[in-house]
């Protein structure tokens, strides 16, 4: 049987389609579900893993689930194959697979690929201008700061969510190889042109060594559609 990660990655069927497959190099499996997620479509292992958590985060959770289950069924994986949770809540993907799960307000979404074309993915959605100026220097550098400053002002709010989104998106890409969670203030970037609905980032500084070993050819992408800002980061194989 030909392993998972060597699968040929099938267009995707209707309803398993999402905004962010164009922000990969490569193919991946996406979905993505608007509205509410169902408890009630969780597998027992995974309801059991979120046990005790309020409603509202159930619903988060299953919408995770949901939105990852689908995208997981490209790659043959059955649909009552849990997808649990490691120590710190990450999914754990099936092996030969990495992907990622994100969620806000109305909006979710999970993407999948083989763990051939990239080291680690992550993704991150955001509704723009949700990042105010008073958490700016909680998530933000003295460089982005200065960035964020000499914006007109109908546009820093939303590069300041750009700006956190591919953050987001960049440490759950890095995080099952790294083990590390930096403070946000650890890294900075930088758009690699002028503000625009979508682009590229590049990272200028990472002030943890556990993570600036994958950070140095991190593919980091955003776009925002209508009110979300839609965030990827992509780690080679060929780390330096």
């Known amino acids: 049987m030909m392993p998972v990660e060597d699968m040929p990655l099938p267009p995707p069927p209707e309803g398993r389609s999402s905004l962010f497959q164009a922000l990969f190099e ?40 949901h939105c ?3 995208a997981l069924q490209a790659f043959g994986v059955a649909a009552d194959v849990p997808l649990l949770r490691g120590p710190r809540r990450e999914p754990l993907w099936p092996a ?28 991150d959605a955001e509704h723009c201008g949700q ?32 700006l956190f989104a591919v953050k987001e998106a960049f440490f759950k890409s ?17 758009p690699t042109a002028p503000w625009a609905e979508q682009g590229t980032v590049e990272l200028i500084r ?20 209508g009110p979300l800002v839609l965030a990827s980061a992509t780690l080679p194989h060929d780390r330096p």
């Open 174 to 190: 890095h995080f099952r190889l790294s083990g590390a969670m930096p403070e946000f203030t650890d890294i900075a970037l930088r």
């Open 68 to 70: 990852a289950h689908q």
């Open 26 to 65: 490569f193919p991946v499996s996406a979905c993505e579900l608007r509205g509410i997620g169902s408890p009630q479509s969780l597998l027992p292992a995974e309801r059991d893993s979120i046990a005790g958590a309020v409603p509202a985060r159930i619903a988060e959770f299953a919408a995770g689930r």
């Open 131 to 162: 990042v105010g100026t008073e958490l700016w220097p909680l998530l933000f550098d003295a460089s982005e700061l200065a960035l964020l400053r000499a914006q007109d002002p109908l546009n820093n709010g939303h590069l300041a969510t750009v």
């Open 206 to 225: 990472v002030g943890d060594a556990r993570v600036a070993a994958w950070a140095r050819h991190a593919s980091l992408r955003y776009a925002l559609h």
């Open 96 to 123: 030969g697979l990495v992907g990622s799960i994100t969620h806000t307000a109305g909006y979710c979404a999970a993407v999948v690929a083989p763990a051939s074309a990239c080291a680690g993915l992550g993704i």
